[in-house]
């Protein structure tokens, strides 16, 4: 399981009320300032996330990486600092995130090729030798 280059997303997260008081359900998402794979990231991290929660049902996943929160970037911040300004939303906001581009397994068939290039739509090249 290798990450290549993420992939940029952005949607719309809507909140409802979670009582009568008008309050919003608090957003659980567990977020770290690391990857999925322990390194340090420049973005948080989605670590956990309920189904239930107003970021799943927009579609965010775990090992995405949150990027901007209403069109305002969060380079570096704190894990802390980004829970806090997903709390401070109203009703709906708009996030960016980045998600991590996997390649599980790729079997490639060549045969008079030595070498095969492969350009994904995201710009990445990829080079495959093939021995006979």
Do not use: M
């Amino acid at each position: 399981n290798h990450s290549l280059a993420p992939t940029w997303f952005t949607v719309a997260v809507k909140r409802s009320p979670a009582g009568p008081d008008g309050a919003f359900k608090p957003i659980e998402v567990v977020l770290s300032n690391k990857t999925e794979y322990g390194v340090a990231s420049e973005y948080c991290t989605v670590v956990e996330l309920p189904h239930d929660d107003p970021l799943f049902n927009a579609g965010i996943l775990t090992g995405d990486q949150i990027a901007a929160i209403d069109g305002r970037s969060v380079l570096r911040w704190p894990r802390d600092a980004v829970l806090e300004a997903l709390q401070d939303r109203g009703d709906s906001f708009q996030l960016s995130f980045l998600r991590p581009l996997d390649v599980k397994t790729l079997e490639i068939e060549a045969t008079t090729l030595d070498v095969l290039c492969i350009a994904s739509t995201f710009g990445l090249l990829l080079l495959y030798t093939t021995t006979q």
